[in-house]
């Protein structure tokens, strides 16, 4: 935002805004809120024996192995694919861009469920960091790749001038320039891993995620699982402010201004042999395994067919979830993104950073907690899509906000002025100019919303109504009794809805830089 957009903006939100704005803050503190209830409830000599137990630094031992395992594989498959296609003379460069950039139409529990069904030689740590890894490098190849796809190659010249070679190049010049990106995909990577739930307990590795799940879900040990949410929000509030951080600085400076000029592209010579096959093979074991192996359960798997007549109501299951849900998520968020871009102060602080506090926590943790105040407070709706919808706004809300801002910030804060100054409250003012100019951010947060609803796993399977299924808690609880071609429907329908998305992104990326 300019500086001039800045300074109109106004000091304090309106009671209006306020007041819809505390709705989605109240569902964010919740899960907080319910980790310090229940730790005070346990007393201190049950945090103590908690914490000092061999299971749980067991479970502590694990869980940061595989995150930090996760994080710096993708780290460095990311940041060699995107210099790869980026900087680079690879053969078919733009087919390239899209296969990277393909392993995230396969939700990571169906890409589990895939290598599991394979042999389980897969399943445990190995396993897990091999196969999450393939999943999630995307998250760093795509920021890393729009950072090198606009940089200023003054700076490498410079480097070059010097008589530096391509590497001291690129370590001096190029990746300090794409740091921010790095480390924003790196910690993305990062708060998956501490909340991932459906892969782990497909592929067997115990951590806090399936610990929690375990304690509440088949032992009925609520303040266990309490005390293990609170460690494990230990280790995700710093990775999801640390993101927060990074996202609000991610720059792409250029010392220049004017057109852009093209990037020389290094040859890569006697490599490029083995630089094809890498990348045949990355794409073949990201994707080729997970999509052939969901073909061959499909073609061949003796549980066949078992779980067809399911398929409809899984599919009217996560159409009647995720639609509602999509707009309940972006219209929680609306009141949020307008407070962060039309206001200044202590409020609109909070409000711009408030989601990214808990953005990164599990599933299985926002969905104990919205469960222990729904049993005690409101009990009416336990068991009730209304409990789903909050849990999903507690998910989501960083996604949605971050699409509708985008939007805002391009809307002039002029025109509100102008209808305000005509009579028209604050209220009328941005339903009658600022919310048309804003329906496309809208439209995209509402896409955005409903793809991620779709594939969301962890809070459907603990708060859906009885009854309800939806094709990701489908594919999870077959998978889970090993029934894999019963699986397989539903979680081809799941690529083939997340494939759509990720092309048409990819292809409209390449289309932009050539424009």
Same mark, same amino acid.
């Given at each position: 935002?300019?500086?001039?957009?800045?300074?109109?903006?106004?000091?304090?939100?309106?009671?209006?805004?306020?007041?819809?704005? !505390?709705?989605?803050?109240?569902?964010?503190?919740?899960?907080?809120?319910?980790?310090?209830?229940?730790?005070?409830?346990?007393?201190?000599?049950?945090?103590?024996?908690?914490?000092?137990?061999?299971?749980?630094?067991?479970?502590?031992?694990? =869980?940061?192995?595989?995150?930090?395992?996760?994080?710096?594989?993708?780290?460095?498959?990311?940041?060699?694919?995107? %210099?790869?296609?980026?900087?680079?003379?690879?053969?078919?460069?733009?087919?390239?861009?899209?296969?990277?950039?393909?392993?995230?139409?396969?939700?990571?529990?169906?890409?589990?469920?895939?290598?599991?069904?394979?042999?389980?030689?897969? @399943?445990?740590?190995?396993? +897990?960091?091999?196969?999450?890894?393939?999943?999630?490098?995307?998250?760093?190849?795509?920021?890393?790749?729009?950072?090198?796809?606009?940089?200023?190659?003054?700076?490498?010249?410079?480097?070059?001038?010097?008589?530096?070679?391509? %590497?001291?190049?690129?370590?001096?010049?190029?990746?300090?320039?794409?740091?921010?990106?790095?480390?924003?995909?790196?910690?993305?990577?990062?708060?998956?891993?501490?909340?991932?739930?459906?892969?782990?307990?497909?592929?067997?590795? @115990?951590?806090?995620?399936?610990?929690?799940?375990?304690?509440?879900?088949?032992?009925?040990?609520?303040?266990?699982?309490?005390?293990?949410? +609170?460690?494990?929000?230990?280790?995700?509030?710093?990775?999801?402010?640390?993101?927060?951080?990074?996202? @609000?600085?991610?720059?792409? +400076?250029?010392?220049?201004?004017?057109?852009?000029?093209?990037?020389?592209?290094?040859?890569?010579?006697?490599?490029?042999?083995?630089?094809?096959?890498?990348?045949?093979?990355?794409?073949?074991?990201?994707?080729?395994?997970?999509?052939?192996?969901?073909?061959?359960w499909l073609v061949v798997g003796r549980s066949g067919g078992r779980g067809l007549a399911d398929l409809g109501a899984a599919i009217e299951g996560s159409l009647s979830l995720a639609l509602p849900g999509a707009v309940v998520v972006t219209l929680l968020a609306l009141p949020l993104a307008l407070a962060s871009t039309r206001h200044r102060g202590a409020l609109a602080k909070i409000a711009d950073r408030l989601p990214y506090v808990v953005h990164?926590?599990?599933?299985?943790?926002?969905?104990?907690?919205?469960?222990?105040?729904?049993?005690?407070?409101?009990?009416?709706?336990? /068991?009730?899509?209304?409990?789903?919808?909050?849990?999903?706004?507690?998910?989501?809300?960083?996604?949605? /906000?971050?699409?509708?801002?985008?939007?805002?910030?391009?809307?002039?804060?002029?025109?509100?002025?102008?209808?305000?100054?005509?009579?028209?409250?604050?209220?009328?003012?941005?339903?009658?100019?600022?919310?048309?100019?804003?329906?496309?951010?809208?439209?995209?947060?509402?896409?955005?919303?409903?793809?991620?609803?779709?594939?969301?796993?962890?809070?459907?399977?603990?708060?859906?109504?009885?009854?309800?299924? =939806?094709?990701?808690?489908?594919?999870?609880?077959?998978?889970?009794?090993?029934?894999?071609?019963?699986?397989?429907?539903?979680?081809?329908?799941?690529? !083939?809805?997340?494939?759509?998305?990720?092309?048409?992104?990819?292809?409209?990326?390449?289309?932009?830089?050539?424009?």
């Amino acid at each position: 935002m300019t500086l001039a957009a800045a300074a109109r903006r106004d000091p304090l939100p309106p009671a209006w805004l306020l007041l819809a704005g !505390a709705i989605p803050c109240g569902l964010i503190a919740l899960p907080m809120v319910y980790v310090a209830v229940r730790a005070w409830g346990v007393g201190a000599s049950g945090v103590a024996e908690e914490l000092f137990r061999a299971r749980t630094w067991e479970l502590l031992v694990n =869980t940061v192995t595989l995150a930090t395992s996760v994080t710096l594989a993708s780290a460095v498959i990311g940041v060699a694919t995107a %210099w790869c296609v980026e900087r680079c003379d690879l053969p078919g460069r733009r087919v390239w861009r899209i296969l990277a950039a393909l392993p995230l139409a396969v939700p990571a529990f169906v890409a589990s469920f895939a290598w599991a069904s394979i042999d389980v030689a897969f @399943q445990g740590m190995a396993g +897990a960091v091999l196969i999450l890894s393939l999943s999630h490098y995307p998250l760093v190849h795509l920021p890393v790749s729009a950072a090198l796809r606009g940089m200023d190659p003054a700076y490498e010249d410079v480097s070059r001038s010097l008589g530096r070679g391509p %590497w001291r190049t690129f370590t001096g010049a190029v990746l300090p320039q794409a740091w921010p990106a790095l480390g924003a995909g790196a910690l993305l990577v990062l708060a998956h891993m501490l909340a991932e739930f459906g892969a782990l307990a497909l592929l067997r590795v @115990q951590t806090f995620t399936t610990a929690i799940y375990a304690s509440y879900e088949l032992q009925f040990d609520s303040g266990s699982a309490a005390l293990q949410s +609170a460690i494990l929000m230990a280790l995700c509030l710093p990775v999801a402010l640390g993101e927060m951080r990074l996202r @609000q600085n991610l720059r792409f +400076a250029r010392s220049g201004r004017g057109g852009r000029r093209d990037q020389r592209l290094a040859p890569l010579g006697r490599a490029r042999p083995a630089v094809l096959l890498g990348f045949s093979a990355l794409t073949a074991l990201s994707t080729g395994v997970p999509v052939g192996m969901l073909v061959y359960w499909l073609v061949v798997g003796r549980s066949g067919g078992r779980g067809l007549a399911d398929l409809g109501a899984a599919i009217e299951g996560s159409l009647s979830l995720a639609l509602p849900g999509a707009v309940v998520v972006t219209l929680l968020a609306l009141p949020l993104a307008l407070a962060s871009t039309r206001h200044r102060g202590a409020l609109a602080k909070i409000a711009d950073r408030l989601p990214y506090v808990v953005h990164g926590l599990p599933g299985l943790v926002v969905a104990l907690a919205l469960t222990f105040f729904a049993i005690r407070f409101a009990p009416a709706v336990y /068991q009730t899509v209304a409990l789903l919808f909050a849990a999903y706004a507690v998910l989501f809300l960083p996604l949605a /906000q971050s699409a509708l801002r985008a939007s805002l910030e391009l809307a002039p804060p002029g025109l509100e002025e102008v209808a305000r100054s005509l009579g028209k409250g604050p209220l009328a003012a941005f339903a009658s100019v600022t919310l048309p100019n804003v329906l496309p951010g809208l439209g995209a947060a509402l896409a955005l919303m409903t793809l991620e609803l779709v594939r969301e796993l962890t809070a459907t399977l603990l708060l859906a109504p009885i009854g309800v299924t =939806t094709l990701a808690t489908e594919v999870w609880s077959r998978a889970n009794d090993g029934q894999y071609a019963a699986a397989a429907p539903f979680a081809a329908l799941l690529v !083939a809805l997340s494939a759509v998305p990720v092309y048409v992104f990819t292809r409209r990326s390449l289309e932009l830089d050539d424009f």
